[in-house]
């Protein structure tokens, strides 16, 4: 069993942190709002009062956090305590930018850097079925083996160098769909009501075809039921539209659907919904 520290016990950080608990690893947590790390003490986890006292001994050190800036101020509170040798999986969405700073941390003070962002959101993270993209030394991954099998049904190692950002790519690419997906079934049931008719119709027509998915049908229980109990935040949703905007132009091509997605997160921020699911853009619809 390993050894772990895992900073960053937001809705998805917890719930990991709670799988590698079942899975027998021992575990230590920190995050900026203690009371937000404190209930996972109720599960074995050793609750710690900074970065460094939470990294001391780990092996395997997890950061979970909502941007690469973060990470770093963490990390660089934890420097008293690093050692060469630790494995520092970061798992959040940190965007492409950010890379370069973060695996320098990490050479500088001899830490093997994996770029290993998680897809999934709260229900998968629960259940410890995320989908692990992650990019790191051939010679890290049988420590990493255990704990990335805790918090998820499948890796896919993607590139030997973490530094490569092979991880983070990929997860923007595929975040980019969820968003641009919600936002296209929010829109749908918008129009519906707008032209008089029950949104539910909507669902009538899709369901058991060909354009039928479980996540549609996600989405869609959930806007129909005004229940936006947060899976996946707006406010995150919206700082990723950012992060995949400006991968697209380091790779040179325009994403019309994410960037139009962005603007109705931000509609939906203004409203008052940035803590709810992203599936609240459905809102956005009826602003002026």
């Known amino acids: 069993m390993a050894t772990v520290a895992l900073l960053g016990t937001g809705i998805m950080g917890a719930a990991m942190a709670r799988n590698l608990l079942k899975e027998g690893h021992r575990v230590s947590v920190w995050n900026r709002t203690r009371s937000r790390a404190e209930p996972l003490a109720a599960d074995g986890a050793t609750v710690a009062g900074s970065p460094a006292e939470a990294v001391e001994g780990a092996s395997v050190i997890i950061t979970m956090f909502n941007d690469g800036d973060t990470t770093l101020t963490a990390l660089a509170e934890a420097v008293p305590a690093l050692r060469a040798g630790q494995i520092w999986a970061q798992m959040s969405t940190a965007g492409i930018a950010v890379l370069d700073r973060l695996a320098g941390f990490a050479a500088e003070h001899g830490l093997t850097f994996v770029d290993a962002p998680v897809q999934g959101t709260r229900q998968p993270a629960e259940q410890g079925a995320l989908v692990i993209l992650a990019a790191g030394p051939v010679d890290a991954r049988p420590a990493l083996e255990p704990v990335f099998g805790a918090v998820g049904k499948k890796t896919l190692w993607l590139d030997e160098d973490g530094a490569s950002g092979a991880g983070t790519r990929l997860k923007l690419a595929a975040v980019s769909y969820g968003i641009s997906m919600t936002s296209i079934v929010a829109?749908?049931?918008?129009?519906?009501?707008?032209?008089?008719?029950?949104?539910?119709?909507?669902?009538?027509?899709?369901?058991?075809?060909?354009?039928?998915?479980?996540?549609?049908?996600?989405?869609?229980?959930?806007?129909?039921?005004?229940?936006?109990?947060?899976?996946?935040?707006?406010?995150?949703?919206?700082?990723?539209?950012?992060?995949?905007?400006?991968?697209?132009?380091?790779?040179?091509?325009?994403?019309?659907?994410?960037?139009?997605?962005?603007?109705?997160?931000r509609r939906a921020l203004e409203q008052g919904h940035g803590d709810e699911d992203m599936a609240a853009t459905y809102h956005a619809s009826f602003s002026g």
């Open 187 to 265: 829109e749908s049931l918008a129009l519906t009501k707008a032209l008089g008719l029950d949104p539910e119709l909507f669902g009538e027509v899709v369901t058991g075809g060909p354009m039928d998915s479980p996540y549609l049908q996600a989405k869609m229980k959930a806007i129909l039921a005004g229940d936006f109990s947060t899976s996946f935040a707006v406010r995150n949703a919206e700082k990723d539209t950012r992060l995949i905007h400006e991968a697209a132009e380091s790779g040179g091509i325009r994403l019309d659907l994410n960037d139009a997605a962005g603007e109705r997160f």
